[in-house]
């Protein structure tokens, strides 16, 4: 009876562990692939942002969706612990939002910059992108949010 107990106990344990494990390679795997696209999302903003070249800003914006497709498409094959849903959620949501609103408002600047000289069009624009922007910071503390909540559940702890 003590080694069926204790055989027990050890099958649950090693259980707890092992779904403990996929939670932390999960979060892992998470933040991986988002530092990498938060690094190409940084340095193709800052281009967008500065270049006066048209070329050099589509350029950036076409390494932007390559890089936004990628972490798209790796963080949504992961499979995803039950405590882990919100959080996976909110790190997909800001990469969608970056593919169908940052990506796309951008290229339309530069299309409708190169073929108008108006300011007024021009500054609309500018205004829409950096409401996007906005909202992505935002979306981007709704996925550190939802990360924290995440640790907390499986007791880990997140370091910076």
Do not use: W
């Amino acid at each position: 009876m003590q080694r069926i107990i204790l055989i027990l106990s050890v099958l649950i344990i090693g259980v707890g562990c092992k779904n403990k494990n996929e939670e932390i390679q999960f979060n892992e795997s998470v933040v991986t692939h988002f530092s990498e696209f938060s690094k190409s999302l940084a340095s193709e903003m800052e281009v967008i942002k500065n270049s006066e070249d048209s070329i050099t800003k589509i350029e950036a914006i076409e390494q932007l969706e390559q890089a936004t497709n990628k972490a798209l498409k790796e963080i949504e094959q992961l499979k995803t612990p039950a405590t882990g849903v919100e959080y996976h959620n909110a790190v997909i949501h800001v990469l969608q939002t970056v593919k169908d609103t940052y990506i796309p408002a951008n290229k339309e600047f530069i299309y409708l910059h190169s073929d108008s000289t108006d300011s007024e069009q021009d500054n609309l624009m500018v205004n829409k992108i950096n409401e996007i922007s906005k909202k992505i910071r935002m979306d981007v503390t709704e996925a550190q949010d939802r990360q924290k909540e995440f640790s907390e559940k499986i007791n880990s702890k997140l370091t910076k």
